[in-house]
Every structure is written in structure tokens, then in C-alpha cells.
């Protein structure tokens, strides 16, 4: 969706979990994004709602949307139809590019 090799991916982010192992547990999550936070560089895009709890954004936010230097997409698990929609990818092409200012 990205329209990147895994080489481009890897290159142009830094990749990291609220949690390093699972199951999801919120509490756990808010302590894992707690240290987390302190270590990310802004702007940072933030794969879920989950996540975007754990790291204690506003609630409030849509998808796509910026706050606070950080974007929420929706996570790519199979379970989120978000991804389903091809209008989608454009945006998130959109988001993307303007996040690594391209």
C-alpha cells in the first residue's frame, strides 16, 4: 500500500511496539508507550487505536489525522476493513510522503 520495497520501509522508519510481547493488555501498554514516547521522533505515524491509547493521544482523532506530531492509521491486521477501500491507499500515500516531507 506504501508503494515501497521492504529496503525503502526499512529505511525510512523506525519501527517499535507499545508491547514487546503479547498478549494486548492496555496497562502494559500505557507503561511500554510510556518509555516509548520519550524515544520517538516526531512526526511518528501510530498503527491503531490500541496503540494510540497506550501512548495517550486524544481519543477524538480520525484516522489519517495528525496530533501532537503523531498520525493514527488504522492497524494492517486482517481484521480492520479500513484497508479494504482503495480510496485508502491514496490517503495514506498522501499522509506518508508529507510525514517523510517528500
Known amino acids: 500500500m506504501l508503494d515501497m520495497t521492504v529496503e525503502e520501509f526499512t529505511s525510512s522508519f523506525r519501527c517499535a511496539n507499545v508491547l514487546r510481547r503479547g498478549p494486548w493488555d492496555l496497562a502494559r501498554a500505557k507503561r511500554g508507550a510510556a518509555v516509548l514516547r520519550g524515544r520517538l521522533t516526531l512526526p511518528a505515524l501510530v498503527l491503531g487505536r490500541d496503540a494510540w491509547r497506550a501512548l495517550r493521544l486524544p481519543g477524538d482523532t480520525e484516522f489519517f489525522e495528525m496530533r501532537d506530531g503523531f498520525v493514527l492509521l488504522p492497524h494492517p491486521s486482517g481484521r480492520n ?3 479494504n477501500d482503495r480510496e485508502r491507499s491514496g490517503v495514506l500515500l ?8 517528500r
Not at 94 to 101: E, K, R
Open 81 to 83: 476493513r479500513v484497508w
Open 94 to 101: 498522501h499522509v506518508v510522503n508529507a510525514v517523510l516531507d
